[in-house]
């Protein structure tokens, strides 16, 4: 099998953890209460899943360890075997026997193990025969002791070994302000590094370069250290974003039933850490974007009846961590924005940009609906419609240097999708170079860097445009900003940073793109408060200060150089994209999955069990549906049924990917319309791909 990411291994180790304790906490109620079924089946489920995704990465031990206890469970659900005290002690001794491995796994990869006798009291339980638990525990003990003096770095699990202390936010914030004091001391000893050089190259003096070289050892040194404490003074402001987003399930049943509408809440759990400054921006954000999505999204529930639609509505908040940024996303599943109605509305609050608003694709039209005072909403509601609103998001977005952009289809529903970094304590951006000077522009706005000959750009009334992907874009030079050019295309600029704002784009020519850089960012002097282009400033290797571009307001003085304004068109040869639905209980089994798609250019969402998959496949046409069998809520068999009933679903191929291959499993399937059943046991990256693209005629 092919080497398992880091990231997959570390989601596979902290899922089969949190299943172990659930597991504990399950076989513990069974054995109270004897006859619990939901207990027992999502025992099984968590059992299955454990053994499922160990198999899927190759980890056996632990796959025929949750293997074994999944078949005593079994009995147990055929009243062969009844629950003991024998039994829930041999239960607990195979579950530490399994976290055993999980732990070997985090320090060697590996999850070898000589497991032998716990298999075999497994065996002798789940199939009725006694056992002697004492001999067994006896046993383990005993090869607990002689493997005790290898094991040097197993971890502690003592009280006394645990250590933390309490700081208030006020207290961090005051480190860091007292890093950003040192950091500036540290360049100027850099500058001062740099003079010394200077007089030793004019004087030749010999000993004066041995101390120098030494003083600039340390310096870097020192730089090196103060960096590495500084990122670990910023952690300790992060707080769980769950904080902001929990207290919104209440927010929305509360004014879901002041407008009279059915809503429910979809929030999963997240345990992402973010930048305190960033979540109190958040909270706002995110509550006003809530009351537009169930002032203006959600329908009635007569409205939604007569739309064919289930009475309740559906609002879903999901988060998930790229890189140093958080993608957070808030749906809902209502009517959607009525593109005509903001066309309508701009042109009577904006007659004089008529002919460009008449000409905007219905996805820039959506800019209009975050400017101050802008509503389509005719009746003034407590919630909304007052004009108010989306302007604050928007500036509030801007505080956070984030980004917002929203997706959203008649009938089905809108989304608001927020990308912003885990801290504002540094900034992530690129060093460019224009008529030698240098500037650094913030990545938050950057969506690609191309690079293109003078021969490759369309001129119209003057203007320059590229033609990319579906669109011309407009093309100015950033020295046109400081200069009398006018957008003119110099023939040796052909470094484009392509930059958006607002669903608009252009391209900022430079002459060079240097690199990229994550540095903390200086507030800028006060003689340069008033140059709104400007929002900080940083230093570079060099030590010198280099400003920092704010693309937006770049953006809006390049459109008011434009001497032509033209309407995007749909590009003839656009390649189609293939949407891939894969559903699946198991975080480490889902994250498997997107990564084996992907990489096969595939676009992938993924959905935790059948009822997130139903409510997903009817806000969206997906090409193919992929789906494990046993899932909490709705089973994978139930979730095909319901596909199948579905007029847009009756011809989609269904890909089964299930540990469970019995005779009377795969019957089922084939007989709701299954179009492949691959196993678990079999799994393997070609063959699923191999399945799925014959499957789409690929």
């Given amino acids: 099998m092919a080497k398992i990411s880091s990231d ?289 999204g959600i329908e009635s529930p007569e409205e939604r009846k007569k739309a064919g639609k289930s009475e309740e509505g559906t609002i879903t908040i999901s988060c998930v961590r790229e890189t140093k ?80 952009k929203i997706e959203s289809e008649a009938g089905k529903g809108t989304s608001f999708i927020l990308s912003f970094p885990l801290s504002l304590s540094s900034l992530q951006g690129l060093f460019v170079y224009s008529n030698q000077d240098k500037y650094l522009i913030p990545s938050q706005h950057i969506v690609d860097i191309i690079y293109r000959k003078k021969s490759e750009y369309i001129t119209l009334q003057n203007q320059s445009y590229l033609k990319l992907s579906d669109q011309l874009i407009p093309c100015f030079s950033l020295s046109s900003l400081f200069s009398d050019q006018k957008g003119v295309v110099y023939q040796d600029a052909d470094s484009i940073l392509i930059a958006e704002y607002m669903e608009q784009r252009i391209g900022i020519i430079v002459d060079q793109v240097q690199q990229y850089v994550s540095l903390v960012v200086k507030p800028l002097p006060a003689a340069f408060k008033n140059f709104s282009i400007l929002q900080g400033i940083v230093f570079d290797e060099h030590y010198d200060i280099v400003p920092i571009l704010h693309v937006p307001d770049i953006l809006k003085k390049f459109k008011s150089l434009r001497g032509y304004d033209i309407k995007k068109y749909e590009a003839a040869t656009k390649k189609r994209t293939i949407r891939i639905l894969a559903v699946d209980d198991s975080e480490t089994t889902r994250t498997i999955e997107r990564s084996i798609l992907e990489s096969a250019d595939f676009s992938v969402d993924s959905a935790v069990d059948g009822i997130d998959a139903l409510e997903k496949a009817k806000a969206k046409q997906y090409d193919l549906v992929m789906t494990d069998k046993d899932m909490p809520r709705m089973t994978g068999l139930v979730l095909l049924d319901n596909l199948r009933r579905m007029e847009q679903y009756a011809n989609v191929p269904v890909v089964v990917v299930s540990a469970d291959q019995s005779p009377k499993t795969l019957e089922e399937f084939k007989a709701l319309g299954a179009n492949a059943i691959i196993s678990k046991a079999d799994f393997e990256r070609s063959r699923l791909i191999g399945t799925i693209k014959g499957l789409l005629g690929e």
């Avoid at 980890?59 to 075997?81: C, N, P, W």
């Avoid at 985090?106 to 002697?132: H, V």
């Fill in 325 to 404: 940024h958080i993608e957070l996303k808030i749906s809902d599943d209502g009517r959607g924005l009525d593109y005509d109605k903001i066309r309508n509305k701009a042109l009577s609050l904006y007659p004089e940009r008529g002919d460009e608003i008449r000409n905007m694709a219905d996805r820039e039209l959506s800019q209009f609906l975050f400017q101050s005072g802008f509503s389509t909403k005719e009746k003034v509601t407590q919630l909304s419609g007052r004009g108010v609103g989306l302007d604050v998001v928007w500036a509030n977005v801007e505080k956070i240097k984030g980004r917002i």
């Fill in 8 to 296: 997959i291994t570390e989601s596979f180790v902290e899922e089969t953890s949190e299943l172990l304790e659930q597991s504990k906490k399950d076989v513990i109620n069974l054995k109270n209460t004897q006859n619990d079924e939901m207990t027992l089946q999502n025992l099984l489920r968590n059992l299955h899943t454990i053994k499922g995704n160990a198999r899927m990465l190759g980890f056996l031990t632990i796959e025929k360890l949750s293997h074994a206890l999944e078949d005593i469970y079994k009995s147990v659900k055929d009243g062969q075997v009844k629950n003991s005290d024998r039994l829930v002690k041999l239960v607990f001794a195979v579950a530490e026997k399994i976290q055993d491995c999980v732990k070997s796994i985090r320090k060697k990869g590996s999850d070898e193990n000589d497991i032998e006798i716990y298999l075999q009291y497994c065996d002798k339980l789940a199939a009725g025969e006694l056992i002697d638990i004492d001999l067994l525990l006896s046993e383990i003990n005993k090869k607990g002791k002689d493997s005790l003096e290898d094991d040097d770095e197993e971890d502690g699990g003592n009280i006394s070994d645990i250590q933390s202390i309490r700081i208030k936010i006020s207290r961090v914030n005051e480190i860091i302000t007292a890093f950003d004091t040192m950091i500036t001391r540290e360049f100027h000893l850099k500058h001062q590094l740099d003079e010394l050089q200077k007089y030793e190259e004019r004087t030749g003096n010999h000993e004066l370069s041995k101390i120098r070289k030494q003083f600039e050892s340390d310096i870097y040194a020192l730089e090196t250290s103060i960096f590495s404490v500084q990122e670990q003074v910023f952690d300790l402001r992060m707080l769980p974003i769950s904080i902001v987003l929990k207290p919104l399930e209440n927010t929305i049943a509360l004014e879901s039933m002041n407008l009279g509408k059915k809503v429910n809440c979809v929030i999963p759990s997240s345990d992402i850490a973010v930048d305190k400054v960033i979540l109190e921006e958040l909270s706002d954000i995110l509550m006003h974007l809530i009351r537009n999505a169930l002032d203006h």
